[in-house]
């Protein structure tokens, strides 16, 4: 399989040389106005973009170039697998709005994110009817197990916890599967990083053993266990495990005395996962440069995403740029 990959990187290497660069974003952060931002975009594969008011149609405009994206690399790869492993939060996300949506009987299709392989109607159908022909018969579980809770308990925020639960078994056993090692380490480091965050907040609210033990995985590198263990426990002694833990150095930075700075959490979060695709800088085979640069890209459009949407909320340049995600230089 890694040999058909010799074909693939090519193009994604010159797909690469389409991403924004530090200096571009450096220059987006501190532009004074939307005129001076479509000045600095005009260059880049956005220009198609910036019409008249562009500004107040970006978070489409962005979604538009997300889809432009998975159906390029779609049509590169040997197995399409190996973008869905990426794209399945996407597919994760719509299944928690559309579950929402059908079980309160409003709309929320304009939430729809494209994942590259479902369609609204085809999520759609499968959350009104517990059945499909198109999605993998492990969403479809998820969908059903949902629906069962639900006969029990209306309390929305359950939704969240069977889907976010099913991601992460389904994360890892496709990992597992395409049998790449840096593959394998990403995810489990995103499910211990998801982790390390979740029982952070149900410390935080004060959450039950059985409360935690529903939302957090055990598809990661840190026993379940150890998190259980601090069930009703203050968040000074969770610190303390988790600065015991092979992330606590890196983790350093968002500990604040007796208190977790989240936002710093989740920055630490991306920019660790992120740096894990450096090694595709000189790696000619396997999936490894096609899932850097996906993740690269979304990089992207998050940041691009935060400048317009904060600009034209009136956020400072401070504002903007402490929330920015770092940029790695392929």
């Known amino acids: 399989m890694k040999d058909l990959y010799h074909t693939v990187n090519p193009t994604v290497r010159l797909k690469e ?43 489409q405009s962005l979604e538009e170039e997300r889809r432009q994206t998975y159906q390029e690399m779609l049509e590169l790869v040997p197995d399409p697998n190996i973008v869905w492993v990426y794209t399945m939060r996407y597919t994760f996300h719509n299944l928690k709005v559309l579950t929402k949506a059908e079980k309160m009987q409003e709309d929320y299709s304009h939430l729809f994110m494209d994942d590259g392989f479902y369609s609204l109607e085809e999520i759609q159908s ?16 998820a969908i059903r ?84 263990h601090f069930a009703r426990q203050s968040m000074e002694e969770y610190m303390g495990f988790l600065r015991r833990t092979d992330y606590g150095s890196l983790l350093e930075p968002a500990l604040q005395k007796e208190k977790i700075n989240f936002l710093q959490l989740d920055l630490i979060k991306d920019n660790y996962l992120t740096s894990l695709y450096d090694i595709a800088k000189t790696t000619a085979f396997g999936p490894l440069p096609l899932l850097a640069f996906l993740n690269a890209k979304d990089i992207e459009l998050m940041n691009l995403r935060l400048i317009i949407i904060g600009k034209r909320s009136g956020f400072t340049q401070e504002q903007v740029t402490e929330r920015m995600r770092e940029i790695s230089e392929l």
């Open 17 to 59: 040389t389409e991403l924004l660069t530090k200096e571009n974003f450096d220059q987006l952060a501190v532009a004074e106005s939307f005129e001076k931002i479509r000045e600095l975009l005009n260059s880049t594969v956005y220009s198609k973009y910036l019409s008249e008011g562009f500004q107040f149609q970006f978070e």
């Open 126 to 141: 499968a959350v009104e009817n517990g059945v499909s022909g198109v999605l993998p018969q492990s969403i479809v579980q």
């Open 145 to 228: 197990d949902v629906n069962h809770y639900f006969e029990e308990s209306a309390i929305l925020q359950g939704i969240d916890v069977i889907y976010d639960r099913h991601f992460l078994t389904e994360q890892r056993r496709i990992g597992e599967e395409l049998k790449y090692p840096e593959l394998l380490q990403e995810i489990i480091t995103f499910i211990d990083f998801t982790n390390i965050i979740t029982a952070a907040r149900c410390i935080l609210q004060d959450r039950s053993y059985a409360f935690m033990d529903t939302v957090l995985s055990d598809a990661g590198s840190i026993p379940k266990q150890s998190f259980l």
